[in-house]
Every structure is written in C-alpha cells, then in structure tokens.
C-alpha cells in the first residue's frame, strides 16, 4: 500500500560550516512519507491507532492518531507531559493492552491476530522495565533475577548463574545480589528491575520511567548501559521518561501532547 502523508521532522546534528563545527544545529523541514518499507528493519508499527477509556461514564481519548514506526537498533524516548499517553503506548506494544481502533504490530505479528499463548511467548522475549512489574518481596536480587530466567526457559541452566552476577553488576548492585527489595531503596529496586529485564537477552526492551527513582549519576550509566546495548547489540528500546538527559542517548525523540505526537526529533 501507498500512502503519502507530510510528517514535520527536526533533525538535530552537528554540521561543518566553512570549516567549522557547529553542534547541535536544529533543522525542520517536511517530510514526505511514502509508506515505504523496504529496507527497513521495522520492529514496532503502530498505525492509527486510538486508545479510549470510559471514566465514570466520560470519554478520556489516552491515544488519538497515532503512527509510529520504530526500526531495529534505535533508541526511541517518549517525552511529554503527565497524562499525555506514554504509558498507554507501553502497555498497547508490548500486548498488555488493546487499541479501541488501529494496529500494532511488533515483530512482524499484528497483535490483534495472536492467540493469548502467542502473545504470551512474545511477552516473554521483551524485557520490560516498568514501575508496576514489581519485583517478589520475598526473593533476593539474585533470586529476582534468576526467576526472569526460569520463565523464559531460554537459557541452560548451568549458565544462569553468570549470567545473573553480569546483569547484577552490569546495574551496580553486586554488593546487595543478597538482599530483599525491602532491604534495597526504591533507585535499587529499579535497577534489580532493570538487571531482571536485561537476563533474558531481549531483542526489544519496553521501559516506563526507568530512571525515574534514580539520582542523577545513576541514571546516567543506567541509559549509557541501555545506549551500549543498542550501539552493539542491535537491541531496540522503547522509553517513556521525563529525565531530560534521556534526550542525549536517543536516537529518535517524540514529544507526546494530548495522546498524539507533537514533535519528532532525530539526532544525528
Ligand atoms: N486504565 C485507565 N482508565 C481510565 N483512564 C486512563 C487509564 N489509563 C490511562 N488513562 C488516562 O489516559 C491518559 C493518558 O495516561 P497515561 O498513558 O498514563 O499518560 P502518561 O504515561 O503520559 O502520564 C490520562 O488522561 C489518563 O488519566
Ligand atoms: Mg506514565
């Protein structure tokens, strides 16, 4: 299919003018997108899609006329104010959720189509970093993490346990791997989170404020960490935040107002 629709872009990159550099150089123009796929790696299509929600008996529209298309190996930010519907894309890709109209597809499978177990198996190869995906109080950060394993059943057993000291210390957290969430602040807890999403490999990682809880330095090496695995893993995330550092690991940044996309931005 052929679609042409006109998409305003601004693309920020670091020029040579006369010779000189000059950083950071905000460029907006209009572009003409044909609809055209080839060649392109798309792991997440969202297309036209609306998400409403019935609210004492009002109509709230979380998401109106929404496109996206996300390629393998980009790290995408979702930027916007509270309310604006970053969540409610988070939940509609990675399948905990429903459009009320559009599609979305990730992978190649249009979600709508899948069975409860496909999409069960496909939720299993995301790594999900989310505030509500609460870690079991009773298990260690070791034991946390090992669960992530035992329910994708990907890995072979004998290389769980290094498998879990490396994303334990991948997070910074080698000295607490023995302690219980209740032992560990809200920022640790969070990366537990974060090292649980990271054991199993994910190709895509669907991340809801995750840097939300953290000082600033930590933050900083959680997405350096997410940045690295795009750089030379190939792995794409998808991330709502409003830590405006975020900005700088992105290579694609979209402003979110009213449940639709604002701006789109693309570092170069
Ligand atoms: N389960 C729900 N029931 C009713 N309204 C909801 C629900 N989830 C989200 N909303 C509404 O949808 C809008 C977008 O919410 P959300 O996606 O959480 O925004 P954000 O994550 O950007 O803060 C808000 O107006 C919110 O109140
Ligand atoms: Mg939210």
Same mark, same amino acid.
């Given at each position: 299919?052929?679609? &042409?629709?006109?998409?305003?872009? &601004?693309?920020?990159?670091?020029?040579?003018?006369?010779?000189?550099?000059?950083?950071?150089?905000?460029?907006?123009?209009?572009?003409?997108?044909?609809?055209?796929?080839?060649?392109?790696?798309? *792991?997440?299509?969202?297309?036209?899609?609306?998400?409403?929600?019935?609210?004492?008996?009002?109509?709230?529209?979380?998401?109106?006329?929404?496109?996206?298309?996300?390629?393998?190996?980009?790290?995408?930010?979702?930027?916007?104010?509270?309310?604006?519907?970053?969540?409610?894309?988070?939940?509609?890709?990675?399948?905990?959720? =429903?459009?009320?109209?559009?599609?979305?597809?990730?992978?190649?499978?249009?979600?709508?189509?899948?069975? !409860?177990?496909?999409?069960?198996?496909? #939720?299993?190869?995301?790594?999900?970093?989310?505030?509500?995906?609460?870690?079991?109080?009773?298990?260690?950060?070791?034991?946390? &993490?090992?669960?992530?394993?035992?329910?994708?059943?990907?890995?072979?057993?004998?290389?769980?346990? !290094?498998?879990?000291?490396?994303?334990?210390?991948? *997070?910074?957290? /080698?000295?607490?791997?023995?302690? #219980?969430?209740?032992?560990?602040?809200?920022?640790? =807890?969070?990366? *537990?989170?974060?090292?649980?999403?990271?054991?199993?490999?994910?190709?895509?990682?669907?991340?809801?404020?995750?840097? !939300?809880?953290?000082?600033?330095? /930590? !933050?900083?090496?959680?997405?350096?960490?997410?940045?690295?695995?795009?750089?030379?893993?190939?792995?794409?995330?998808?991330?709502?935040?409003?830590?405006?550092?975020?900005?700088?690991?992105?290579?694609?940044?979209?402003?979110?107002?009213?449940?639709?996309?604002?701006?789109?931005?693309?570092?170069?």
């Amino acid at each position: 299919m052929l679609s &042409v629709r006109l998409l305003p872009m &601004v693309i920020v990159a670091d020029y040579r003018f006369d010779g000189k550099l000059v950083r950071n150089v905000k460029l907006t123009c209009m572009i003409a997108d044909y609809g055209l796929r080839i060649m392109r790696d798309i *792991v997440i299509d969202v297309a036209g899609v609306e998400r409403t929600f019935t609210l004492n008996g009002r109509e709230v529209k979380a998401l109106q006329n929404l496109d996206m298309q996300i390629e393998r190996g980009s790290m995408v930010v979702l930027m916007g104010p509270s309310g604006s519907g970053k969540t409610t894309l988070l939940n509609l890709v990675g399948g905990l959720d =429903q459009p009320t109209r559009g599609t979305v597809t990730v992978e190649g499978q249009r979600l709508d189509t899948l069975n !409860g177990q496909a999409l069960a198996a496909l #939720r299993r190869r995301i790594g999900f970093i989310f505030q509500s995906f609460a870690l079991m109080p009773t298990a260690s950060a070791y034991e946390n &993490v090992e669960l992530a394993l035992r329910l994708s059943g990907e890995l072979p057993r004998k290389e769980w346990d !290094g498998r879990i000291r490396r994303c334990i210390a991948a *997070v910074g957290l /080698t000295t607490w791997i023995d302690h #219980r969430p209740y032992e560990l602040s809200g920022g640790q =807890q969070q990366r *537990v989170a974060i090292a649980r999403a990271l054991a199993i490999r994910p190709r895509l990682i669907l991340a809801d404020e995750p840097t !939300g809880d953290l000082d600033s330095k /930590t !933050g900083e090496q959680i997405l350096g960490l997410l940045r690295s695995l795009v750089r030379h893993e190939a792995v794409t995330i998808l991330m709502a935040t409003h830590d405006p550092a975020a900005a700088d690991f992105a290579t694609d940044l979209y402003h979110l107002r009213d449940g639709t996309i604002a701006e789109r931005v693309m570092q170069g």
